[in-house]
């Protein structure tokens, strides 16, 4: 894959453009591997034990949800008790993430913005912010991003991210091992995507997509120098699903990236705290 350097909007364009599309198709489809609408509504739970431990209890707190696709997960904490706001920059996304709310009858509020440039309406409105599966890696700015987030938080409140880790998003295949990622420095990188990891099978037209590779490193530094205390850093050698569809299923049903004789780590989790003041 060649690093080029498009311009931030012209990246944020792109993507919008490839998760519009998805945004149509994810959940609409028997074989989509990842979002099963049907089994929502009647009462699935989506999230999975890692964030739901990091976060914690949400009954009674406003949370906002980042990067929230068609809004599965944030109803989700709304079933928890949470009063949740969604944000994502899909329009398509957000006009589907409403439908569903409507369809559930879960109060929820959901909002067309780019999580690098957060509206200023949320500023200081919420004891939690989470984002997970999927994010930083579709950023130009994860300094703007965490700092978006930083502000969207009460004092004391806590940010919750729950990411595919670096090592795992350099590995391209498992056999032959072939890296082809670099381990951060945020370069973006285009690349033409022709269908979704949530149907496989499911051949889409041609669409450019920009994403960004950052290390741990400069993903915990950002949180800092956006004035969070980082409570937590966890890097995780198992997951719950295969995120790339790459992964190794144990006989305990957990997923691992094999290196050797170890596991190389497939997720890792951050918590970090706002001042108690601002």
Not at 68 to 95: K, Q, Y
Not at 128 to 155: K, S
Request: with cysteine; net charge negative.
């Amino acid at each position: 894959m060649t690093a080029t350097r498009p311009g931030t909007d012209d990246g944020l364009a792109l993507n919008r453009a490839l998760w519009d599309v998805r945004a149509r198709v994810h959940g609409s489809t028997s074989t989509d591997l990842f979002y099963d609408v049907e089994a929502f509504v009647a009462g699935h739970q989506t999230l999975y034990a890692l964030e739901r431990e990091l976060v914690g209890d949400v009954n009674g707190l406003d949370l906002l949800h980042l990067q929230c696709h068609f809004g599965m997960d944030t109803l989700n904490w709304a079933r928890l008790g949470a009063r949740v706001t969604g944000v994502d920059f899909s329009p398509t996304a957000i006009e589907r993430a409403r439908l569903l709310a409507a369809r559930t009858g879960l109060p929820a509020t959901f909002v067309e913005a780019d999580t690098q440039r957060l509206p200023a309406t949320l500023a200081g409105g919420f004891d939690v912010v989470v984002a997970t599966y999927g994010v930083l890696c579709w950023i130009a700015d994860p300094g703007a991003w965490m700092r978006g987030a930083a502000r969207a938080l009460r004092p004391g409140g806590s940010l919750v991210l729950v990411d595919l880790h670096p090592a795992c998003q350099a590995v391209a295949t498992l056999d032959p091992l072939v890296v082809d990622w670099p381990y951060g420095g945020g370069a973006p990188h285009r690349e033409t995507v022709t269908g979704t990891y949530a149907d496989p099978g499911l051949r889409l037209p041609p669409r450019e997509s920009v994403q960004y590779p950052y290390s741990i490193g400069e993903i915990v530094t950002a949180a800092a120098t956006a004035g969070l205390t980082i409570k937590h850093l966890g890097e995780h050698v198992a997951a719950e699903f295969d995120p790339r569809g790459i992964l190794v299923q144990g006989d305990d049903g957990r997923y691992r990236l094999p290196f050797g004789d170890s596991h190389l780590p497939v997720l890792y989790s951050l918590r970090a705290v706002s001042p108690d003041t601002h």
